[in-house]
Nanobody
Framework: QVQLVESGGGLVQAGDSLRLSCGAS????????RAWFRQAPGKEREFVAAITRSGTDTIYADSVKGRFTIFRDGPKNTVYLQMNSLKPEDTAVYFC????????????????????WGQGTQVTVSS
């Protein structure tokens, strides 16, 4: 079992920045890949970014590439999502996931690869 807890969401204006955190406990060594997904009201869950155990490999959805950065703090077993230049279309509940799967192509991510999920944190970007 892996327990994930997200934090850092909030209400911001377009162009602002936010940093989301995902803390983990439990069998994290067996589930080293971390990913962020998001889901807006009335829309399907959408892949945002993923990172490998070492942190040297990352992958992003086209919609956030160049604006978002995923990174991890190994000793704290925490993964972050730095979100810059936020847009109203980034408004969603953001979820952290943990598992073993890492794809180098963002189009392969569906969310079904991951067994462990956090409860989500709301990000709202006003125009």
């Amino acid at each position: 079992q892996v327990q994930l807890v997200e934090s850092g969401g909030g209400l911001v204006q377009a162009g602002d920045s936010l940093r989301l955190s995902c803390g983990a406990s439990g069998r994290t060594f067996s589930n080293p890949v971390r990913a962020w997904f998001r889901q807006a009201p009335g829309k399907e869950r959408e892949f945002v970014a993923a990172i490998t155990r070492s942190g040297t490999d990352t992958i992003y959805a086209d919609s956030v590439k160049g604006r978002f950065t995923i990174f991890r703090d190994g000793p704290k077993n925490t993964v972050y999502l730095q979100m810059n230049s936020l847009k109203p279309e980034d408004t969603a509940v953001y979820f952290c996931a943990a598992g073993r799967t890492y794809y180098s192509n963002s189009y392969y991510y569906t969310g079904r690869e991951y067994e462990y999920w956090g409860q989500g944190t709301q990000v709202t970007v006003s125009s």
